[in-house]
Structures are given as structure tokens and as C-alpha cells.
């Protein structure tokens, strides 16, 4: 059974730092892409940062130069370092991989507040 669980959340104050993981079972995270996602009240689920299984990396324009995607295959664990977090990114953060033939899987989330 494939279970991507996340982790790391929390409230920091502005400026501040935190990391998040995903952790796989059930599947080879090394050969996924894998993207985190975030979702803010009211707003739709926004795409943050996506590492693929080549090592690339992409990212949305508003974490750009704060955020750092990466991953540890022997973990099976993706991460995502924030830093110079600001009161703009509280939000839930998931992260999604496709896993054939199921299709996309998310995880639980993990919520992460930042106060002003």
C-alpha cells in the first residue's frame, strides 16, 4: 500500500525557518517526480516545488530564492527546506507523487502557520 506522509509543520514567527518531509512506503520514491503543494484558506491548492528523478527542480515564483526541494532516496523522504518564511506562506502543505496504475497520491498534510 503507498503512503506518503508529511511532516515538520508548525507556527514560526516571520522571517523564520522550517523544514518539511514527505516519507514514501510502498513505493520507490527515487524514480518519482514529487511535488509539494500548499493550500491557504479559502484559496486554491497551489504548486510550490517539484524535484523530478533526474534532480531537477522547479518552483513557484513566490518561494524562489527561500524554499529548497530535495530529496534523500535511501530515506525515501523528500524535503522542503522554507526559509525567510512570511505570513504569505501559512497555508497546508502536501505532497503528491503518480504513482502508476493508481494514479496521483497525496499525503495528509502538514500545516504550517507564520505569524506576523
Known amino acids: 500500500q503507498v503512503q506518503l506522509v508529511e511532516s515538520g509543520g508548525g507556527l514560526v514567527q516571520a522571517g523564520g525557518s522550517l523544514r518539511l518531509s514527505c516519507a514514501a512506503s510502498?513505493?520507490?520514491?527515487?524514480?518519482?517526480?514529487v511535488g509539494w503543494y500548499r493550500q491557504a484558506p479559502g484559496k486554491q491548492r497551489e504548486l510550490v516545488a517539484v524535484?523530478?528523478?533526474?534532480?531537477?527542480?522547479n518552483y513557484a515564483d513566490s518561494v524562489k530564492g527561500r524554499f529548497t526541494i530535495s530529496r534523500d532516496n535511501a530515506k525515501n523522504t523528500v524535503y522542503l527546506q522554507m526559509n525567510s518564511l512570511k505570513p504569505e506562506d501559512t497555508a497546508v502543505y502536501y505532497c503528491?507523487?503518480?504513482?502508476?496504475?493508481?494514479?496521483?497520491?497525496w499525503g495528509q498534510g502538514t500545516q504550517v502557520t507564520v505569524s506576523s
Open positions: 503528491n507523487t503518480y504513482v502508476f496504475p493508481t494514479g496521483v497520491m
Open positions: 510502498g513505493i520507490k520514491f527515487s524514480i518519482n517526480t
Open positions: 524535484t523530478t528523478s533526474g534532480g531537477g527542480t
